[in-house]
């Protein structure tokens, strides 16, 4: 078992930027790979990012490409998912997952794969 507690959401003017933490407990951090997604009311959960098994590799939603990063910090238990370039598009709660069955990364995109979640962090940009 794994706990995941999301934190650093908030109210942000357009062009600002936040950054999100994730705190791991319970089992040893670095046999997980680790994504981001979001929902906004009304929507469906969207794949965000993803930071594979080993650490190297990461994964990103052609809406946030080159606008959003996740990291992760072994010592720290914690992935972090900074974002900066802020839309009002990107408006909704974030949530944090973990899973530690190893497989096909194309996979992360898919939430289905994650068997850990976070309660969520609400993430406000205004126009």
């Known amino acids: 078992q794994v706990q995941l507690v999301d934190s650093g959401g908030g109210l942000v003017q357009a062009g600002g930027s936040l950054r999100l933490s994730c705190a791991a407990s319970?089992?040893?951090?670095?046999?997980?790979?680790m994504g981001w997604f979001r929902q906004a009311p009304g929507k469906a959960r969207q794949f965000v990012a993803a930071l594979s098994w080993s650490g190297y590799n990461t994964y990103y939603a052609d809406s946030v490409k080159g606008r959003f990063t996740i990291s992760g910090d072994n010592a720290k238990n914690t992935v972090y998912l900074q974002m900066n370039s802020l839309k009002p598009e990107d408006t909704a709660v974030y949530y944090c997952?973990?899973?530690?069955?190893?497989?096909?990364?194309?996979?992360?995109?898919?939430?289905?794969?994650?068997?850990?979640w976070g309660q969520g962090t609400q993430v406000t940009v205004s126009s």
């Open positions: 997952a973990a899973t530690s069955r190893r497989g096909n990364e194309g996979g992360l995109r898919v939430g289905a794969r994650y068997d850990y």
């Open positions: 319970g089992r040893t951090f670095s046999n997980y790979a």
